[in-house]
C-alpha cells in the first residue's frame, strides 16, 4: 500500500500463492479434491488436532460445527455479544435460541463465570486473544470455539484449534484474517465422528453406497453445499505455510503500537497475552478512546480506514426483538462506546504505523477540543 487509503486489514498475497491457484487450474479438478485433502491434512498438523473439515466460508463452519454436535430447537446457545453476527446467528441456522453473557472487560473475551447454564457455548477468541477455556466453571454438552480470528494463537494447552477443552475449532479464511482462501473457513476436532458428520453436512449429507452399485449414494438429512473449491484450498496451503510469519509480523507490529501509544492521553490498550505460553493472533488491535465518532471520523478523513469491531449482537434489531437489552451488557457497551481498531496486517509498514499514530493523536486532540 502506498499513501493514501490505509485500511484495518488487507491479505497478504504473493508469486507463490499465484503459482499455487494457476497450478490448481491447470488441472482437471476445479472444485473439493486433492487440494482441499491436502489443506486439511496441513491445517490438522498445523493445530494439533486429528482432523479439519474446510468449508464455503466461515459463517458455514460455524453452521456446520453446531448441526455436527445435535444442536437444533429447544436448545439454548450462548455466546460473547462483542462479535461478529455470525457467532450467534449459527443458532438461528439450527433452529437453537440464542443466549450472550456479558465481556470481561480486562480480556474483551466472553466472561467465562458469568455463562448462563447452556446447551452449547460458542466461545469467540475476540481480537485472536485466545479465551480461558480451561477454566470455564460448567462445561455445557458442546464447546465450540469461534477462532476466526484466532488462527495462529496459542495457550499452554497447545494452538488454538488443537480443541485442549472443546468439542470444536472453527476458522476463518476471509482476507482480513490470519490465512485468506478469499472466502473459505473450517472446523477442526479430535473426534472422528463429529469429522464424518461435518463431511456430510458440507457436502448435501451424501453418504456413498457402494455395495448397492458403484453409482450409488444415499441422503438421509438436510444439508448443504458448503464446499471449499481447490482453487481456494491451493491457496490456503500456500498461505498456511507463512502463517507463523503473518503472526509474528502482526505481534510485532503490535508491539510497536503498544510502544508508541504508550504515552498518549485517552488511549487505552488492548489486553496482551497475559502470561509464556500464551500466543495473541492480533487480528484486531483495538483500542478504546473516548468520543470515538468524532476520532472515527478525522482518521477516515486522513485516510485511515480504522473499523469498529463490533456493534454488540444484541444491538441488531434481529436480535434487540428478542428482548436483549444494552443494560443487560454493561462491560459490552462500556467497551463498545470507545473501541478502534487500528490498521494492522503483516505488510503495514513501519512508517504507516507512524502515520496512524500521528493521525490518531491528531483526531484525539480535535475531539477533545470539540
Ligand atoms: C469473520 C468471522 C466470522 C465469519 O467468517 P466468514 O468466513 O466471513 O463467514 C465468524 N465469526 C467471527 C468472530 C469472525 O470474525
Known amino acids: 500500500m502506498s499513501a493514501g487509503e490505509l485500511p484495518y486489514s488487507r491479505q497478504v498475497i504473493d ?29 490438522a498438523a ?5 482432523h479439519a473439515v474446510t468449508f464455503a466460508n466461515g459463517t458455514a463452519a460455524l453452521h456446520g460445527a453446531l448441526a455436527a454436535a445435535g444442536i ?7 455466546t460473547s455479544p462483542l462479535s ?15 443466549g450472550f453473557a456479558d465481556i470481561d472487560p480486562d480480556t474483551l473475551n466472553i466472561d467465562l463465570d ?10 469467540v477468541h475476540y481480537a485472536g486473544l485466545p479465551c480461558d477455556l480451561a477454566s470455564l466453571p460448567r462445561r455445557p454438552r458442546v464447546v465450540v470455539e469461534d477462532a476466526c480470528h484466532a488462527l495462529g494463537a496459542a495457550t499452554p494447552d497447545g494452538p488454538v484449534g488443537s480443541c485442549a477443552h472443546s468439542d470444536m475449532t472453527v476458522f476463518s479464511f476471509h482476507p482480513v484474517k490470519s490465512i485468506t482462501t478469499g472466502e473459505g473457513g473450517a472446523v477442526t476436532t479430535n473426534s472422528a465422528e463429529l469429522a464424518a458428520s461435518l463431511r456430510r453436512f458440507r457436502s448435501h449429507g451424501m453418504v456413498a453406497r457402494p455395495e448397492d452399485g458403484g453409482w450409488c449414494y444415499e441422503i438421509d438429512e438436510v444439508a448443504y453445499n458448503y464446499r471449499l473449491t481447490d482453487m481456494q484450498a491451493a491457496l490456503g496451503s500456500s498461505q498456511l505455510g507463512k502463517l507463523g510469519s503473518f503472526v509474528a509480523m502482526r505481534n510485532a507490529l503490535a508491539d510497536r503500537y503498544r510502544n508508541l501509544l504508550a504515552d498518549a492521553r485517552g488511549v487505552v490498550l488492548p489486553p ?17 478512546v473516548a468520543d470515538r465518532r ?15 469491531h463490533y456493534v454488540p449482537i444484541y444491538r441488531h434489531p434481529l436480535y434487540a426483538r428478542m428482548g436483549f437489552t444494552p443494560d443487560q451488557f454493561p462491560n459490552t457497551e462500556r467497551a463498545y462506546a470507545g473501541l478502534l481498531s487500528l490498521p494492522l496486517f503483516p505488510t503495514l509498514t513501519r512508517s504507516d504505523q507512524d502515520r496512524v499514530v500521528d493521525v490518531l493523536a491528531h483526531a484525539l486532540v480535535r475531539a477533545e477540543a470539540a
Open 84 to 98: 461478529f453476527a455470525a457467532s450467534a446467528t449459527c443458532a438461528l441456522y439450527v433452529g437453537a435460541q440464542v
Open 15 to 43: 508469486d507463490d500463492d499465484v503459482a499455487a491457484v494457476i497450478a490448481v487450474l491447470r488441472s482437471d479438478r476445479l472444485t473439493t479434491g486433492p487440494a482441499v485433502d491436502q489443506l486439511e491434512a496441513a491445517l
Open 294 to 308: 468524532s476520532v472515527y471520523d478525522s482518521m477516515h478523513a486522513a485516510g485511515i480506514t480504522a473499523q469498529v
Open 272 to 288: 496482551a497475552a497475559p502470561r509464556a505460553g500464551w500466543r495473541h493472533a492480533y487480528h484486531l488491535f483495538a483500542v478504546q
Open 46 to 50: 498445523k493445530v494439533g488436532a486429528r
Open 72 to 78: 437444533g430447537p429447544g436448545d439454548r446457545v450462548v
Open 114 to 123: 458469568a455463562v448462563p447454564p447452556c446447551d452449547a457455548l460458542v466461545a
